[in-house]
């Protein structure tokens, strides 16, 4: 059975939609709770894959925080071994500071629905390509990336806004800066327990909520079918 480690760093932000087909594909989900519990594993010897959750610290605090370090070092590994990764908002930022970019807050952020540009080579992606070209995806971010110098590795699959949102570094390690994995439940309720962040956005809770009810179901059906694609990617690399 292929193990894949899913890194959660807050309590109202775990896989959500992914869930389901991870363990419908047969996956060995083991999760550490990063901001409550030390790292379960030193190395990623018996894994096949990697998740990165959202958090609400961020990669510039990483000199205070004393989880990120160790996640640095696990995902500074998978991509060693070309191993299947997959970072979601902080844990794209990570990804990419990894892969050599500038992480820092953007001016801009982004709390609530927005539409996202995928790119040409988004619609080859084995993960991507099931988003379609313009996926209205849930944003909770302040943060953004940049590459100086784009290294050979790296394919950029979404923009919007002036902001990298969606890429890929080598064969099988992919960031997205919105939530992909949320689902409507956990959507509500960040609406209601956070509403001065969307707010400050320039966002209308009220607003935030009839959108939620347009696309659901169709962010749903997206979050699926990017965790089943994700886990037969994890399934290969667990190939002897």
Not at 115 to 126: F, H, L, N, Q
Not at 154 to 164: E, H, K, S
């Amino acid at each position: 059975m292929a193990k894949i480690l899913v890194i959660q760093h807050n309590d109202d932000d775990n896989l959500n939609d992914l869930a389901a087909p991870f363990l419908e594909a047969g996956l060995e989900v083991v999760q550490w709770h990063a901001e409550k519990t030390a790292a379960p594993v030193s190395n990623l010897d018996g894994f096949a894959g990697l998740v990165s959750l959202g958090a609400f610290a961020g990669v510039e605090e990483e000199d205070s925080v004393a989880w990120m370090p160790v996640e640095r070092r696990l995902i500074e590994e998978a991509l060693a071994l070309e191993m299947p990764v997959l970072g979601l908002c902080f844990g794209s930022q990570l990804l990419a500071s990894v892969a050599g970019a500038e992480v820092g807050k953007s001016g801009r952020p982004e709390v609530g629905w927005y539409s996202v540009e995928m790119t040409e080579a988004a619609a080859a992606d084995p993960l991507m390509s099931v988003l379609g070209p313009q996926p209205e995806v849930i944003q909770y971010h302040y943060d953004t990336f940049n590459w100086d110098v784009e290294p050979e590795n790296l394919t950029i699959l979404g923009t919007a806004n002036g902001m990298n949102q969606a890429f890929r570094v080598g064969k099988n390690a992919w960031g997205t800066q919105f939530h992909i994995e949320l689902n409507l439940p956990t959507t509500l309720g960040w609406i209601a327990t956070y509403p001065k962040a969307f707010e400050k956005a320039g966002n209308v809770p009220a607003e935030q909520v009839e959108l939620t009810r347009q696309n659901w179901k169709l962010h749903q059906e997206r979050s699926v079918a990017l965790g089943r694609a994700f886990a037969e990617q994890v399934k290969a690399f667990n190939q002897p």
